[in-house]
C-alpha cells in the first residue's frame, strides 16, 4: 500500500499541472504571462511532489526500524558461547522485506544443560509470526523451570493453543463463542527439542521437524556427516494433543570437536531453477571442517546461489560446535 501512494500522488500531480497548464496556453492574447504563470505552477507541483517524496520516506524509515526491533526482539541474537559450545545462526525470510518469517530458534544455558529448540511454523513470513512468538516465549520460560524435556514441550503445546484460540476468536467473533472453524484453527508448528548435557550427551523430542546433522572433525575416522537419527517422530505441535509422560529420545554425544547443525525444511526442499533439490548434506560435507559462523555462512550463500535469491519458504540455521576439552 504505501508504495503505491507516491505513485497516485505523482500521477495526480502530473494531471494537475498539465491542465493548469493547458488552460492558460489556450487563452488568447496572453503568451508572456501564461508561460509565467505556468513556471510557478510547475514550480509548485515540484515543490509538493518534493515535500511528499520526503514525508513518504521518513514514513517506510519508521515502520522499518519499529519492524526491526520487533524481528529482533523475537529472534534475539544467540551469545557466541555458551557452556563450552560455539554458536551461530541465520534465518532467511521468503516474504520480502522481511528479516524473519515463520521459522524459530532459541538456545538457553539451564540447570539441566544447553536447551534448544527449533520450529516451522505452517506457512511463512510476517503471518506467521505471531505463533513463532507464542511457542518461543513458552520455550524461554519452561527451558528453566521444567526438569523434563517433555514438560517443555507440553508448555509449549498449551502456549500455542491459546494463541489459536485468540486468534480465531478475534477473527471470527461471531461465528462460534468458543472454537471457531477458521485458517486460524489449523496453525501447526514443527519443533525439534534438545538437550545438550555437561557430558555432551543428547536427548531430543521432535514433533515432525528434519533431524539435525552431526557433523565430525575430517581428520578423524568417523564418517564426517551424518543424520542424528532419534527414531519415530510425534505429530507437529497444533494437529494433535501431546500425550502425558513424554520421554526424550536418546542420541548419542556431542564428543569435544563435533558440530550439530539444526535446519528447517526450507533448507532441504528448496529447489534451483530446474527443480533439483538443494544438495545439503554434500555442501556440509565440503565445509565440515569451518567454524559455525562460517558454516552457516557458507550454507546461506549457497542456498542463494542454489535457489537464484528466489525462496520459496523460511529458512533457519543453527550450528553448535562442542569445543570443551
Given amino acids: 500500500m504505501i508504495g503505491e501512494m507516491p505513485r497516485v500522488r505523482r500521477v495526480a500531480v502530473a494531471a494537475w499541472g498539465g491542465a493548469a497548464v493547458s488552460w492558460e496556453l489556450s487563452t488568447p492574447g496572453r503568451l508572456a504571462p501564461s508561460l509565467a504563470t505556468c513556471a510557478a505552477f510547475l514550480l509548485l507541483a515540484t515543490g509538493c511532489a518534493v515535500h511528499i517524496r520526503r514525508l513518504l520516506l521518513a514514513e517506510l524509515r519508521r515502520s ?39 521459522d524459530l530458534y532459541e538456545a538457553v544455558s539451564t540447570g539441566y544443560g544447553v536447551r534448544v529448540v527449533i520450529g516451522d511454523v505452517r506457512g511463512h513470513g510476517l503471518p506467521a509470526l505471531g505463533a513463532a ?10 527451558a528453566y523451570d521444567e526438569p523434563s524435556l517433555g514438560g517443555v514441550l507440553l508448555r509449549m503445546e498449551r502456549a500455542l493453543g491459546r494463541h489459536v484460540r485468540d486468534r480465531s476468536r478475534s477473527e471470527h467473533p461471531a461465528a462460534c463463542p468458543v472454537e471457531p472453524q477458521s485458517p486460524a484453527a489449523e496453525e501447526f508448528v514443527t519443533v525439534l527439542l534438545l538437550q545438550i548435557g555437561a557430558d555432551g550427551s543428547l536427548l531430543a523430542l521432535n514433533c515432525g521437524h528434519p533431524w539435525p546433522y552431526l557433523l565430525h572433525p575430517p581428520q578423524t575416522e568417523r564418517r564426517c556427516v551424518r543424520v542424528v537419527d532419534g527414531g519415530e517422530t510425534l505429530p507437529p505441535l497444533g494437529v494433535v494433543p501431546m500425550p502425558d509422560g513424554l520421554w526424550p529420545a536418546e542420541c548419542g554425544k556431542l564428543r569435544p570437536g563435533d558440530t550439530l547443525f539444526l535446519h528447517t525444511d526450507g533448507a532441504a526442499d528448496a529447489r534451483d531453477a530446474d527443480g533439483r533439490f538443494f544438495p545439503l548434506e554434500r555442501v556440509l560435507a565440503a565445509d565440515a571442517a569451518l567454524t559455525p559462523a562460517r558454516l552457516v555462512a557458507g550454507v546461506h550463500a549457497a542456498l542463494l546461489r542454489h535457489t537464484g535469491g528466489r525462496l520459496a519458504d523460511d529458512v533457519a540455521l543453527l550450528v553448535l560446535r562442542d569445543d570443551r576439552p
Fill in 64 to 102: 522499518q526500524e519499529i519492524a526491526g526491533a520487533a524481528q529482533r526482539a523475537l529472534l534475539r541474537p544467540l551469545p557466541g558461547r555458551m557452556d563450552g559450545l560455539t554458536l551461530a545462526a541465520a534465518q532467511l525470510s521468503a516474504s520480502r522485506g522481511a528479516a524473519v518469517g515463520g
Fill in 133 to 142: 512468538a507464542a511457542v518461543l516465549g513458552a520455550f524461554r520460560e519452561a
